[in-house]
């Protein structure tokens, strides 16, 4: 009796369990896990193989998380594109969006006003972009708070370290903090026809004036050069000054160029249009200046690292040149084109400014923070970096994109890395953001005007400026 109702128990309880095995679970809330995998392990146990079959679970792999679409401020065109530059914003949206997943939007902005658009569009309050490219110098920036102080991201980006030091300078306020990243800088040069100079460019203001003479006698121009709005002062007004200890700003920030050298200068710009030595036009807006030299009539231009971009197509009167922004490049190669140091005044040394840079910056209040450093991390490897400054005209600023063979190779680019390199300084910054704009049309109005005294209408102005700071 005993032993069936133990075993009627025990037939109960084994009903039960088969009961609760059968039965559904209760679904259970789990993150999403890699399937597991089923893998064969070999084991000897005492000299007898065994294969075993067990069940492991791999480590899970990471989704890479996806970047929300970046807006970028440029002055580059890709609605209209005229350049290599042009086409660059347009090539670069493409290779990130199938690289990196990321879209990229750019907003064109004309260059005469994208700095003040920049300042405008943050201190507004309003909604900003992402991202912008920015002109150096950073102190208007800096003054009005516009950017975002991204020290500890660009310290740990691996291409930091690529970074020459003189460049990350540009990018550093007085507070010792980084607030863009300096992509590429520019110089100026000058490029000469062969056939206007068989001896070489003229080393100073004196030997330019007695080449000029001669040329005029054959119809052509000595020099002309883009003398308006900032870019004179830029490219030439101040590779003059200076090239004789003279310059604009003083040590404190303030404007100083009511000087004897700024005088001497001017006087010899005044000879030059006096005796039309250079065509009207180069005081003139817009780039007509450029004209005379791309068909030969002007035996040299006063040049940008980028100039080669738009001079096309090109001939010294005898051989043309066009292969887009390639003409400078075999204008060179065929010997007709050469490339000299900066014009300076009689005893001086050849100068530039090599702070003519631009550079990648975040607006305060930016709301994909994320996704525009994602975008700068790809703008600065050294093969999208070169990209950028080719495209542009430019040296880059990561060391590693000068190895590209764009730059090893070309007699252009030896040319003038060579010529910066002599040549080069990083010229004070100026506290009053308006005094290059106002300095030219000061130099403008001097040469138009010649019963003006230099001094005294220099001095008013820099009493000005300086009263504004």
């Known amino acids: ?105 750019n907003v064109y902005v004309p260059w005469t006003m994208i700095n003040e658009k920049i300042n405008l569009a943050v201190q507004s309050g309003g909604e900003v972009f992402d991202l912008t490219k920015m002109d150096m110098p950073l102190d208007p920036f800096y003054n009005n708070e516009v950017f975002m102080d991204i020290t500890d991201y660009v310290k740990s980006s691996e291409w930091y370290k690529d970074i020459d030091p003189v460049y990350m300078s540009l990018c550093t306020g007085p507070d010792g903090k980084i607030y863009c990243v300096p992509a590429m800088s520019t110089g100026s040069m000058i490029y000469y026809w062969t056939a206007a100079y068989p001896n070489g460019f003229p080393k100073d203001t004196d030997e330019l004036l ?36 003279g310059k604009y700003t003083d040590e404190n920030g303030n404007t100083a160029w009511a000087t004897p050298e700024s005088v001497q200068v001017i006087e010899f ?128 600023t990561n060391s590693k994109s000068m190895q590209d063979p764009r730059f090893v190779d070309s007699k252009y680019w030896q040319a003038a890395a060579e010529s910066f390199r002599q040549t080069g300084i990083i010229a004070k910054t100026n506290n009053n953001p308006k005094m290059r704009q106002a300095m030219n049309d000061a130099i403008i109005t001097l040469i138009l005007e010649p019963e003006l005294d230099i001094m005294t209408t220099l001095q008013k102005v820099q009493d000005d400026l300086n009263a504004g700071n």
Request: hydrophobic content about 45%.
């Open 1 to 105: 009796m005993l032993k069936r109702l133990f075993l009627i128990t025990s037939l109960i309880m084994v009903a039960s369990m088969l009961l609760a095995a059968c039965a559904t679970p209760a679904p259970a809330t789990q993150a999403p896990t890699t399937p597991p995998q089923l893998i064969e392990v070999t084991k000897i146990v005492e000299g007898e193989t065994i294969i075993q079959v067990i069940t492991a679970t791999p480590a899970a792999t990471e989704v890479p998380k996806k970047i929300a679409p970046v807006t970028v401020w440029t002055n580059y065109n890709q609605n209209n594109p005229a350049t290599s530059i042009d086409r660059w914003i347009l090539d670069v949206a493409i290779d990130i969006q199938r690289s990196e997943g990321i879209q990229l939007t």
């Open 269 to 396: 710009l005044r000879e030059l249009f006096a005796n039309k030595y250079s065509p009207d036009v180069a005081l003139g807006l817009d780039f007509d200046c450029e004209t005379s030299f791309k068909d030969g009539t002007a035996g040299a231009w006063v040049a940008g690292s980028w100039s080669y971009v738009f001079l096309n197509p090109l001939t010294d009167g005898v051989t043309n040149f066009d292969f887009g922004s390639l003409s400078v490049e075999e204008a060179m190669r065929a010997g007709a084109l050469k490339i000299a140091d900066p014009l300076t005044m009689p005893g001086g040394k050849p100068t530039i400014n090599l702070a003519g840079a631009n550079g990648w910056a975040i607006p305060v209040n930016s709301k994909n923070v994320e996704g525009a450093m994602a975008v700068i991390d790809f703008l600065m490897q050294p093969g999208n970096n070169a990209d950028y400054a080719f495209a542009f005209g430019a040296v880059p």
């Open 210 to 245: 007695a080449a000029a003479a001669k040329l005029k006698e054959e119809g052509k121009y000595a020099l002309t050069f883009k003398g308006s709005e900032n870019v004179g002062v830029d490219l030439f007004y101040f590779q003059l000054i200076h090239s004789i200890g």
